[in-house]
């Protein structure tokens, strides 16, 4: 297959076959591959307060659940929006303009977008990723079961990603916004009202 045709094959793919998946469950992110990702929330710890021998103890922890399951995968990212492509549109704008009292409303408007990121600087979220791949159905819960007793018992403040956490997820890696409380299943959902 020619660049051309490859290049022309991804643009008629559907956006779930690029970000590789084909569906959400109740607790889990299907993938066409195959796979299913359940992914557990863990609450992060401000190690900033913490003293030197507490930061050790929070070391060791992790590498005891590690060690008990070389099967997870580890995800941080940001849980709110970035606002990083909007402030470098306001400092081209701010160039741009010839108008002082524009130029000083962009110059508002950016150290606004500076003052919530800064609220926002330590809006991380951990996630531990399982991979389960043709584990039985009987098998799955006793299993995510077991892993979420061992965060809990190392200390570590988790809960399994439910079916609206994972949509937030995917739109803060994708799309950087979680301006919606509730996300659709399909585009333009909330304006049908069932029955009529």
């Known amino acids: ?90 400092k081209k704008r701010m160039e741009q303009e010839n108008n002082p009292a524009v130029r000083r409303l962009l110059e508002h408007d950016l150290h606004h977008l500076d003052r919530i990121q800064v609220q926002m600087a330590t809006a991380r979220e951990f996630l531990v990723v399982i991979r389960l791949k043709g584990e039985k159905e009987s098998e799955v819960f006793p299993y995510l079961n077991r892993i979420e007793k061992t965060l809990r018992e190392q200390g570590f403040s988790s809960k399994r990603a439910e079916r609206e956490d994972v949509k937030r997820m995917l739109a803060i890696y994708f799309e950087q916004n979680v301006t919606t409380e509730r996300f659709e299943d399909f585009d333009g959902e909330r304006w049908i009202v069932l029955g009529e």
Do not use: H, W
Not at 25 to 44: H, M, N
Not at 74 to 79: D, E, I, K, T, V
């Open 1 to 90: 297959m020619s660049r051309k045709e490859k290049k022309t094959a991804k643009q008629r793919q559907c956006t779930r076959q690029l970000i590789n998946t084909k569906g959400i469950t109740d607790y889990s992110l299907l993938t066409a591959s195959g796979d299913e990702l359940v992914y557990f929330i863990v609450k992060p710890t401000n190690i900033s307060v913490l003293s030197e021998e507490s930061v050790s103890a929070r070391i060791y922890a992790l590498m005891t659940v590690l060690k008990g399951m070389a099967e997870l995968e580890f995800l941080c990212l940001n849980s709110r929006e970035n606002f990083e492509d909007n402030k470098q549109f306001l």
